[in-house]
């Protein structure tokens, strides 16, 4: 079965460089969240969209946005990075009517 | 306030012995749902189970079962017959939001050993 695939796996930044994280959801599937998992931390959202809109948003700084393009797939762009930034981001997609969320591999965010 | 709480940072179980992480939450909502997942060193984040507040029976799925007590608001993953393989981090998660957006609130999780 077609899994969430997010590019890169993994991504070495410079401080107050920019970063853009892509997302293809499951094929079908009309959600798309991102989270961030600092190291030793649980996921902490950041925002989702609902049918390429925007549909909630959570503790995303100023310096990141996403968007959800025509074909479903979404992107994060982080500028102005900080050391801070360093963490595992997750996408997850979902279907609905049903509330399963299906992560990707998600990419992991080195900033030095 | 903590609205999903995972009070076993770590747990060590024998292989083939069953196993139960436990996991309690709060929520004001009539409608919400509770899952798991489980994450290995690796990293990914693997969805295992999911619990409806409607539903009536108990979500199983293979080897893992949710135990779910509405009244004292504990939806606890069973693992039966355990096994090296389920050595993990377990997480914890309750949807919330309005429909369409429904994220994810997480515990801090529980990290599962089992030893052979």
């Known amino acids: 079965a077609a899994g969430v695939i997010q590019s890169p796996r993994h991504l070495i930044k410079e401080k107050r460089e920019t970063a853009t994280l892509k997302c293809y959801p499951i094929?079908?599937?009309?959600?798309v969240y991102w989270y961030q998992q600092g190291p030793g931390q649980d996921p902490q959202f950041l925002i989702s969209?609902?049918?390429?809109?925007?549909?909630d948003k959570g503790s995303i700084p100023d310096r990141f946005s996403a968007q959800q393009f025509s074909d479903y797939h979404s992107e994060l762009n982080m500028s102005s990075l900080e050391l801070g930034d360093s963490a595992l981001y997750f996408c997850?997609?979902?279907?609905?009517?049903?509330?399963?969320?299906?992560f990707g591999p998600g990419t992991r965010l080195t900033v030095l | 306030a903590q609205k999903i709480t995972q009070t076993q940072p770590g747990m060590f179980v024998q292989e083939k012995e069953a196993v139960t992480l436990d996991c309690t939450y709060d929520?004001?909502?009539?409608?919400?749902?509770l899952f798991w997942y489980k994450q290995p060193s690796s990293g990914e984040m693997i969805f295992l189970i999911y619990?409806?507040?409607?539903?009536?029976q108990n979500a199983t799925e293979g080897r893992y079962s949710l135990n779910f007590q509405k009244a004292r608001k504990s939806a606890n993953l069973v693992i039966s017959a355990s096994q090296l393989g389920d050595s993990a981090m377990y997480f914890c998660?309750?949807?919330?939001?309005?429909?369409?957006?429904?994220?994810?609130?997480f515990g801090q999780g529980t990290r599962l050993t089992i030893n052979p």
């Open positions: 094929p079908r599937h009309d959600t």
């Open positions: 929520t004001s909502d009539q409608s919400y749902g």
């Open positions: 969209f609902y049918e390429k809109m925007q549909s």
């Open positions: 619990q409806g507040s409607y539903d009536e």
């Open positions: 997850a997609s979902r279907g609905a009517p049903r509330y399963e969320q299906f």
């Open positions: 998660a309750m949807r919330e939001g309005q429909a369409g957006a429904q994220k994810l609130v």
